[in-house]
Each structure stands twice: as C-alpha cells, then as structure tokens.
C-alpha cells in the first residue's frame, strides 16, 4: 500500500494491534468514563471554562469502533447505518411506492435484455433501502422498526428491511472516516494521486448526457466550463497533508451530521426517531427480556460522548497541521498551549506553560498591536515558539508518542477494507504469542528479527533484543544473571525470582524478536 516502508508498516501495525486488544477494555465503562471525566464533569463555576481534556480516551474509543468482534461495535453501526434511513431530506412532491415498484419492474424486464442494467437494478435497491424511501413515499403506512418499537403506538403496513446488503456499504463508509482520522493521528497519510481521482475517474458519457437533457434533467454546459473541468482533473490538490486534513474535517461532519441526527417527534402522524433513539431499540434486541430496561438512556449519553469524542480527535488532527505545517498556520512563529498540550497527550495546557518557565522551551515575544497605539499587549506573547515546541515535543523522554508526519502517498486510497486485514493478521499474531506462552521449554530458541529499531525505544528494551541476536535458548535468556534479565525494566519485576514469560510475549507481538525452534 505504501511501497514498503518500514516505519510506515510499523505504525499501521501498531494501530491494527491497539485495535485487536480494545477487545479487553469494557465499552460501557469507557463510555461512562467520558461522559462523567470530560462530557458533563463536576466543576465549580470557577473552573468550568478551563476544562482541557486528552485524546486518549477518545482514540481509545475510536479503536473499540474499529473491533469487528465487539457487540458494542455491532449496535452502534447498525444504529448509525440505520439512522440514514430516516433522516433523509429529500423534496417529495407526488411521488409514491406504485412508481418504486413500476421502475424496478421496468429494470428487471429490462436487464433480461440488458446485463449491464443488473448492477444497476442492485444499485437502485440500496439506494431506496438506505434512504428509507419506501417510507417516505408510503406517508408512513410502510413504518421504520424502531419508530413503532418505542411505544408510540404506531402501525404499519410493512418495515423497512435492514438487511445487510444495503446497510454495509453505510456502515464501511463510516468506519473509514474513523480509519483515517486515526491514519492522520499516526502521521500516515490517507488520500492518493492527485485527490480528484474519486471524483473523475468515472466520467459520465455524452450519451447518458445527452439522454438526461433531452428528458429536461439537465442543460447543456459550454465549452468553456467542459475544457475547465477538464483542466482541474489534472490538477494537483494532494500535495501535503492539508488535503487529508480538510477532507477528514469535512467527512467528520457527515458523521456526525447521523449521530446528532434528533428526530422529529412533534408531528403525531409523522414521527421520525433520532439516532439516540435507534441505538436504545437495537441495543434492547441484544438483551433478554429482563434486561431491557437497561438500555434506558444509553442512546443519549453516547450521542454526547461520541459526538465529544470526535471534535477531539478533530481538534487533535488540527493541532498536528498547526504544529507541523508551518504554511497551514497564519501565526507562524508560535502555538498556543492547548495545541501542544493535545498534540504531546498531556491533560493540562499548564504543564506546557511550567515548560517555558523552566526553561524546557523558548518563549515567543509576541506580536505587537499595531490596533491599539496605547497598549503595550502583544498576541501570542509568552507561548513556546515552534522550533523548540517541536524539539521537546519529539523529545524522547515524552510519555507518550507524537507521530511525525511521513510524507508518503498510498497507492490507492486508504479506507477500512485495507485496514481490516491488518486487524486480523494482528489479531492472529496476539492469538498465536496466547498459545505459545504457556510452551516455552529450556531448548526453545529464539532470535532477533531483520525488523529495524527506530523511534522511541527504550535503551534497555534496544540491549536484550540485540542481545538475544542470532539465537539464544529460553534457558539461557531465562539464567539468573542473563543480560535479558538485567534489561528487563517494569514495577512488578523482582529481579531473578520473577518469571519472564510476559516479557518475551512483549518482545514476540513487538516484532523485533521470533521464536525459531
């Protein structure tokens, strides 16, 4: 995907793993920690304002989206592809379901004449089930399921079918912008060629063209707008990190345009259901009939924390452009405490402020303001200029890890699909480190790999991979005063008497270690 690139594999490695193990954090618990920590915490008035919260939490949750074998994953893009079904808001003046049923007749007539129509019969049927059309044609007599499963009283003639087929390519298309948001996080660019591929590639014909305006659809363009168009699918947009961070911005908002999506429940004939409300009707499918009521409210307290959680990592995506693309920012001299406060993952912008008063990094003077003749103020006076924001930010003593950039396009565009794979493939090297864990016999040898050591690795970790070499035997590693003993560094290590097994089940899922014999 990336033409080979180590460090690359590396980090996409590391995102497959983190979401292979969210598996092991509660969904529930994590939710209610958001909503209670950074959503609606107990301040005092005083410090209401200046709540700052860490990414953390949120990327974490973003990983638990991405788990395929998670229940909670289940529910809630199922609750998210189905909240497309209502929430449409198409013109609809006279047309019906008779007209539905006389189109698709006419396409499958059709299509016994003509192949090609087939694929487009299919398309037509996703399109009216993952528009809720039906519905809205049918002035409600054909009823989305949980509208009438709420205890509103309605009936129905028919409900909408939420057979996979037509949700999928929804729900894909919602895991992807959560793939890329996290791609971006990473440093990883997501976005191929020029970035009008996906717009251009298919163009239409002059026949279907012309067709369309001789059915009064369309009107012709001139030739100066058909050579402009022409002109623009050869332009160049892809050529930084600007792209992917405007389009991830742009995709966010369409996501959550679904989750924030209300309802409408004052219309007594017309009552559409909110995306909190789909959530709790699904979630109650999953649960036995003396455990329902447990799904009471939970559709409300995730809109807010999902939604919560997704202008984080926005501001986080944005605050990595600020800090590394000098040309992105209009204040090019200096960032402000908050950005690198998120960028670095510490949960005070204070603890950046202490830095520049110790001394850890530069204080920009300031700019001053020319508005103002009388005042001695300055913009951004005091904050850590971006040079030696950057020097300690990328510090390896930092806690945790800030991905720099690495300027690379994919070969095609990066969506879920791809990053699926590497979910599974991670999932069976944590499987297969499981199962062997419990074998290791005095004779088992184990080597260090070809992976290359980079990044921030800790010194100790660097010896006993390096160490280990072309192959050492688990007694030998194992021995009361081996060099892999001495380098193994965490609090619950008590030197000779403790077992070792979890470290080198730390080095296997690492990479930079195997077991050959």
């Known amino acids: 995907m990336y033409s080979e690139d180590k460090h690359i594999a590396t980090r996409i490695d590391e995102i497959a793993t983190s979401i292979a193990k969210s598996n092991a954090i509660n969904p529930w618990k994590l939710i209610n920690k958001i909503y209670d920590k950074e959503v609606n915490p107990k301040t005092n008035s005083k410090s209401k304002h200046k709540k700052f919260n860490s990414y953390h939490n949120s990327l974490n949750l973003a990983f638990m989206l991405l788990d395929e074998e998670s229940v909670f994953s289940e529910i809630f893009w199922k609750s998210y592809a189905q909240t497309y079904q209502v929430s449409n808001n198409l ?119 012309n067709f369309l305006i001789k059915s009064n659809l369309l009107k012709k363009a001139s030739k100066k707008l058909k050579d402009r168009l022409k002109e623009l699918s050869y332009t160049e947009f892809n050529d930084s990190f600007s792209w992917d961070t405007e389009n991830i911005w742009l995709k966010s908002e369409e996501f959550l345009k679904q989750i924030n999506f209300r309802g409408e429940v004052e219309d007594p004939i017309d009552k559409k259901i909110g995306f909190y409300g789909i959530f709790e009707s699904i979630m109650k499918e999953y649960l036995d009939d003396d455990h329902k009521e447990f799904a009471y409210n939970w559709g409300n307290i995730l809109e807010e924390v999902i939604s919560h959680s997704i202008e984080t990592l926005v501001y986080l995506i944005r605050s990595r452009q600020e800090f590394f693309y000098i040309e992105s920012s209009w204040n090019k001299d200096s960032i402000s405490e908050d950005a690198l406060a998120m960028v670095t993952g510490l949960s005070n912008p204070n603890s950046v402020k202490n830095a520049v008063k110790n001394g850890e990094m530069e204080a920009f003077p300031g700019l001053p303001l020319k508005t103002i003749k ?144």
């Open 91 to 209: 013109f609809i003046d006279d047309m019906g379901v008779g007209d539905m049923k006389n189109i698709i007749v006419s396409l499958e007539k059709e299509s016994k004449k003509n192949k090609s129509l087939e694929l487009t019969l299919s398309k037509f049927k996703n399109f009216i089930s993952q528009n809720g059309l039906l519905r809205t044609f049918s002035k409600t007599q054909i009823e989305f399921a949980p509208t009438v499963t709420q205890g509103w009283g309605f009936g129905a003639l028919a409900l909408l079918s939420d057979d996979e087929e037509s949700l999928n390519p929804i729900i894909n298309n919602g895991k992807s912008i959560i793939t890329k948001m996290i791609f971006n996080i990473y440093g990883l660019r997501v976005t191929s060629g020029l970035g009008t591929e996906s717009y251009f590639q298919k163009m239409i014909s002059n026949k279907d063209i």
């Open 374 to 517: 009388t005042s001695s103020s300055r913009f951004f006076d005091g904050q850590p200029t971006k040079n030696s924001a950057l020097n300690w930010a990328l510090d390896k003593k930092r806690k945790y890890v800030v991905h720099e950039p690495i300027d690379k396009k994919p070969e095609r565009d990066i969506d879920y699909s791809y990053l699926l794979k590497e979910i599974i493939k991670a999932r069976e090297a944590i499987e297969k480190s499981k199962k062997k864990s419990v074998i290791f016999n005095d004779s088992d040898i184990f080597a260090r790999t070809d992976k290359e050591i980079f990044g921030r690795v800790a010194p100790h970790n660097k010896r006993r991979w390096e160490w280990i070499g072309e192959g050492k035997t688990f007694k030998k590693i194992n021995a009361k005063n081996s060099t892999y003993r001495k380098c193994i560094d965490r609090k619950t290590y008590k030197k000779h008497t403790s077992p070792i097994t979890q470290d080198i089940l730390y080095d296997l899922n690492s990479g930079y270690i195997k077991q050959i014999k």
